[in-house]
């Protein structure tokens, strides 16, 4: 009883030590954090999102909408030691979204880390058949093609995604103290606001610290004194 315990509390340290931290969270209902250069975007009323989303992450109140064109930049500073950092929002894909397209040219959803591409995937919200490169895991998708409040017409619709359920943005490889990430959609097949658009909701980057050195050699000396103790009590059983 007392080595399974050792051994638990072994498992317990090391897993607290990597618990992972959140450094920004906003749900854009107040105002605009300061980490946040949002270009054209403005805080708008999320009208019939209102609701969509897995528990405890739903559209509601405001939104940070952005016309296609326009960068949305987060900068963060001073994150504490890490490996990995997570990426967490809600997504709006509002009104005519052309996808990957030949005419016009397509609306990709680009995201960038401290320059580098992470993320690059066309949306579509046309009624007919449109190429979308992203396809969602389950429980991404909270809604798709349906009037949310924001279409102009018959032809296009809206479209709703919880990408922070998207196993692609957890655990994205980074290790300094500082972090910015982009956020644009671009494509010749941009236009203008009251054509097509997109938003976010519920922002949140949260952090994996690196597991402290004596955390390991707790494990490690815990786990070498169970298996000392396994390899007496044979020997004594063989006696």
């Known amino acids: ?45 999320v009208s019939d999102f ?31 030691t890490h490996d990995s950092l997570s990426l967490s929002f ?5 009104d005519s979204l052309d996808g990957t397209g030949s005419f016009p040219s397509g609306d990709f959803f680009h995201i960038t880390l401290d ?15 449109q190429t979308q490169s ?3 895991p389950a429980g991404v998708e909270l ?9 102009s017409g018959f032809y296009y619709n809206d479209s709703a995604y919880d990408l922070g359920a998207d196993p692609f943005f957890g655990n994205i490889a980074h290790t300094a103290s500082t972090a910015t990430f982009t956020f644009l959609i671009e494509g010749q097949g941009i236009q203008s606001l009251d054509d097509e658009s997109w938003a976010m909701d519920n922002l949140r980057v949260s952090v994996n610290p690196v597991p402290e050195p004596e955390t390991y050699a707790l494990m490690a000396a815990g786990l070498g004194i169970l298996g000392w103790r396994a390899a007496r009590r044979r020997r004594i059983a063989a006696l």
């Open 134 to 136: 992203y396809v969602p």
């Open 50 to 80: 209102a609701g969509l989303g897995n528990p405890g992450n739903v559209f509601g109140g405001n939104f940070l909408r952005s016309m296609t064109g326009n960068t949305v930049t987060l900068t963060l500073t001073d994150l504490p």
């Open 90 to 94: 809600l997504f709006a894909a509002i």
């Open 115 to 129: 320059g580098v591409t992470i993320f690059r995937e066309s949306f579509a919200n046309a009624l007919a058949s």
């Open 143 to 151: 809604a798709r093609r349906v009037e949310l409040g924001f279409s």
């Open 1 to 45: 009883m007392l080595n399974r315990l050792f051994a638990a509390l072994c498992l317990a340290g090391l897993a607290a030590s990597a618990h992972a931290t959140t450094v920004f969270s906003t749900d854009f209902d107040g105002s605009l954090p300061a980490e946040i250069t949002p270009g054209s975007a403005t805080l708008t009323g």
